[in-house]
């Protein structure tokens, strides 16, 4: 049974730093594109950052897709672990939300923004930033 599961949601003053964490049963991690998404009350879910299939690129096959978000966010993959981890330095309140982490279909090694693209999702963890 496919499973994802986030961790690492809190309430941070501004400035600070999160790690989260997608757990991932179920599949190996390494074979599918996966993505963190946000969602804060009233607005549509967006995709924050996603890390392609293994092997896909050599080097580094992350990416994000907010530019409010690059240089503070960065996601990675621990293969072994079967994990994927978002860590979030430079917090600020606007990013407020509740985090999820998505598979992609299969058929496509590629990172994708479509919230349509992914099959399977996490229940979400809650990141909160204020003083």
Same mark, same amino acid.
């Given at each position: 049974?496919?499973?994802? &599961?986030?961790?690492? %949601?809190? /309430?941070?003053?501004?400035?600070?730093?999160?790690? !989260?964490?997608?757990?991932?049963?179920? $599949?190996?991690?390494?074979?599918?594109?996966?993505?963190?998404?946000?969602?804060?009350?009233?607005?549509?879910?967006?995709?924050?950052?996603? &890390?392609?299939?293994? %092997?896909? /690129?050599?080097?580094?096959?992350?990416?994000?897709? !907010?530019?409010?978000?690059?240089?503070? $966010?960065?996601?990675?993959?621990?293969?072994?672990?079967?994990?994927?981890?978002?860590?979030?330095?430079?917090?600020?309140?606007?990013?407020?939300?509740?985090?999820?982490?998505?598979?992609?279909?299969?058929?496509?090694p590629f990172c994708s923004a479509n919230p349509s693209d992914y099959d399977s999702w996490g229940q979400g963890t809650q990141v909160t930033v204020s003083s």
């Amino acid at each position: 049974q496919t499973q994802l &599961v986030e961790s690492g %949601g809190a /309430l941070v003053q501004p400035g600070g730093s999160l790690v !989260l964490s997608c757990a991932a049963s179920g $599949f190996g991690m390494k074979d599918f594109a996966i993505s963190w998404f946000r969602q804060a009350p009233g607005k549509e879910r967006e995709a924050v950052s996603c &890390v392609m299939k293994s %092997g896909v /690129l050599k080097g580094d096959d992350s990416m994000n897709f !907010l530019d409010s978000v690059k240089g503070r $966010f960065t996601m990675s993959r621990d293969s072994t672990k079967n994990t994927a981890s978002l860590q979030m330095n430079d917090l600020r309140a606007e990013d407020t939300a509740t985090y999820y982490c998505a598979r992609r279909r299969r058929g496509s090694p590629f990172c994708s923004a479509n919230p349509s693209d992914y099959d399977s999702w996490g229940q979400g963890t809650q990141v909160t930033v204020s003083s």
